[in-house]
């Protein structure tokens, strides 16, 4: 048994067998070739393999996400049958005498550089979908070697690292954890671990050993630790600690249909954050009495083209229906800093978090923003919807916000859509929405405090970087002297405040929260029925403010 620790990011117990994720493109290498046929055999083979692979992915977009979004897949389709494409790989494996893999990365490279350079934007728009055909058949010439990237039932998928976009692709329904060797406790793929309620591991101190693959593993996302080929010992270690959690969850349980209220009888909200529809199935068997944060962002991350409106009125709709009379707040796109997708064409920055990201995206690229919001608009007539912007630091910025939402609005009223009642909101995440939050307040219906970034800001550290985990704190007095001040500006001006970064779902704090007269505490699903618990145990007039500011 051989034993690896990092960081917990997510409690629970899972047992499985190791699946090593290997990004495929940095693994290529040029090999010199000796028996030229059977490469392009291999090629073709791959290829084949792709095409199937598209016909399916084609046909179960259509049936659960409606034709538009398989005509992605169609154009794939035809684009993998492109005779000028096939003789380019062709070509360089037999002059060149090389592997099927890096003829298919070069050519790819290629004509993604071609197509990305023309005038005509179709064309330009097909440079990614290139890239994603050349992915896919190295991907499956990666396979036909070593059957790698093939999930078990049970999969804990050992990476060097995972970013937003990889995690959001995985395959839920066979992925039990996630054991990275970088990577913080405050990444977007650490929260998504949390949203998902997969125990998790970052910052492991193990190695990509393919002897690994196919290991049964136990991971224990409360210490951080892996047991890799695990003695019968631990195996009932850990089978005792599992009971030990089903029964805690089962005792939580109890609180379902319960009201979130203090001891002394002061009410909350107690919200889920969300980053998928599909994550709405366990908000409801949690009992969250709503959406607090639903990360538009991911609908972008999971995509190889911009979403159309369709498609997130479609999304939105679905969410609304489901969530019933109960709030959803969508933030608008959260894109940037280390959540990317190819097509965006991001720039890549020294300083990515303080970058081209969220609203800024959003107002110097309008149409996004006018895509995003009119769905959401759309949406709102079917439910209970609330929009909330990322990242603002000044008035200048709600403003210019306000006037696009209003002509949204009108060009839709305009076009005789019908429109529910939407709250606008604001994310408090920066020190300088902060210290203006008494004149944000006049500008919006509500506020939410997002402590992730705010942390990152207010302390300089940056959230994404694991050596700096030990300095991330956000009990740190100016962080929760802050959250106060958000709290009494935003009950001065009447509007509510509410939390949906991480913090809010950490029990030490909820009692200083309350004390504060927090109005809303958004947190992943699967930690709704500890808060609440926790809410349930406050006497707010007990709890001493000194001690922590
Ligand atoms: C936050 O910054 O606290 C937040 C909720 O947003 P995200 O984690 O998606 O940046
Ligand atoms: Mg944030």
């Not at 991971?219 to 080929?229: A, K, L, N, R």
């Not at 889920?272 to 962002?297: K, M, P, Q, Y």
């Not at 604001?426 to 939050?437: D, Q, Y």
């Not at 800001?457 to 985990?469: F, G, H, M, P, S």
Request: overall charge negative; hydrophobic content about 35%.
């Amino acid at each position: 048994m051989l034993v690896c620790h990092g960081k917990g990011v997510c409690d629970g117990i899972a047992i499985g067998k190791i699946k090593i994720l290997k990004k495929s493109e940095s693994n290529i290498k040029k090999i010199h070739i000796s028996d030229i046929e059977k490469e392009v055999t291999r090629f073709h083979n791959a290829r084949d393999n792709a095409k199937k692979q598209l016909r399916q992915l084609c046909a179960k977009a259509e049936s659960e996400l409606g034709e538009e979004s398989a005509a992605i897949f169609e154009i794939h389709s035809m684009m993998i049958e492109d005779s000028d494409y096939i003789e380019s790989i062709e070509n360089i494996i037999k002059a060149q005498e090389i592997n099927a893999e890096y003829a298919v990365l070069k050519t790819g490279e290629n004509f993604f550089e071609m197509f990305s350079s023309m005038d005509d934007d179709y064309m330009k728009s097909r440079s990614i979908d290139v890239k994603d055909i050349s992915d896919r058949i190295i991907k499956n010439l990666l396979n036909t070697d070593n059957d790698e990237n093939k999930l078990y039932d049970k999969t804990i998928i050992l990476a060097e690292d995972l970013v937003p976009s990889e995690t959001v692709r995985i395959d839920k329904d066979k992925v039990l954890s996630f054991v990275t060797i970088n990577g913080s406790s405050n990444s977007h793929t650490a929260i998504l671990a949390r949203t998902l309620s997969i125990p998790s591991i970052v910052s492991c101190n193990i190695n990509m050993d393919s002897k690994f693959d196919g290991k049964t593993a136990i991971v224990d996302g409360f210490t951080g630790e892996i047991y890799i080929d695990p003695d019968s010992v631990t195996v009932e270690k850990m089978k005792t600690k599992m009971k030990e959690t089903d029964l805690q969850r089962e005792q939580l349980n109890t609180l379902k249909g319960k009201e979130n209220i203090t001891v002394d009888g002061k009410k909350v909200k107690l919200y889920a954050n969300i980053g998928n529809i599909r994550d709405i199935a366990s908000v409801l068997t949690n009992d969250g009495n709503g959406i607090g944060l639903f990360r538009s962002e991911f609908i972008y991350l999971e995509r190889n083209k911009f979403p159309t409106e369709e498609e997130q009125f479609c999304i939105y709709k679905k969410a609304a229906e489901t969530m019933g009379r109960n709030k959803i707040i969508i933030r608008t796109l959260d894109i940037g800093s280390d959540k990317k997708v190819d097509y965006f064409n991001l720039k890549k920055e020294e300083n990515s978090a303080m970058g081209y990201r969220a609203i800024r995206i959003c107002l110097k690229e309008p149409e996004i923003f006018r895509t995003q919001l009119r769905a959401i608009y759309r949406a709102s007539i079917y439910g209970n919807i609330s929009v909330m912007y990322p990242m603002i630091t000044s008035i200048e910025e709600v403003k210019k916000i306000k006037d696009i939402a209003k002509e949204v609005r009108n060009e839709l009223e305009n076009e005789g859509v019908k429109i529910g009642n939407v709250e606008q909101g604001i994310m408090i995440e920066t020190p300088a929405a902060v210290l203006i939050s008494d004149e944000l307040a006049k500008e919006v219906d509500f506020f939410s405090i997002g402590t992730n970034d705010l942390t990152q800001y207010t302390l300089a550290i940056d959230r994404q970087n694991e050596k700096l985990d030990d300095f991330y704190n956000p009990y740190h007095k100016s962080v929760l002297k802050m959250i106060k001040m958000v709290i009494d500006n935003a009950h001065k001006n009447n509007i509510w405040a509410g939390i949906c970064g991480e913090l809010g779902a950490d029990i030490n704090i909820t009692e200083l929260l309350l004390a504060f007269g927090i109005d809303e505490i958004s947190v992943s699903s699967s930690a709704i029925l500890k808060v609440r618990k926790k809410i349930r145990e406050t006497d707010t007039r007990k709890v001493n403010i000194r001690k922590w500011l």
